[in-house]
């Protein structure tokens, strides 16, 4: 995974390499019941914020309430 230099330390070392794209991201590691489980609109939602973050920000994050591994997550798309 190449990642740009610009992004905090914590977020590099934060980043999950299991993941293809932000979708497979949200679906692996968010907690069911606080993703899918909110009904559709939720889970577009929360899908138009990673992709957002991403835009903005070049990562994304899963706090450690909403994820499954019950730390913070990151994810950083691979650059191409």
């Known amino acids: 995974m190449e990642t740009n230099s610009n992004l ?3 977020v590099i070392r934060e980043a999950v390499t299991d993941c293809m794209d932000v979708y497979e991201f949200a679906h692996k590691y968010r ?4 993703f899918t ?8 939602a929360l899908m138009q914020s990673h992709i957002d ?10 706090s450690h309430h909403d994820n499954i591994t019950g730390r913070i997550v990151a994810f950083i798309p691979e650059t191409t």
């Open 31 to 34: 907690k069911p019941d606080r």
């Open 8 to 10: 905090p330390k914590w």
């Open 37 to 44: 489980g909110r009904g559709k609109e939720h889970e577009q």
């Open 53 to 62: 973050d991403i835009a903005r920000r070049g990562y994304t994050t899963i």
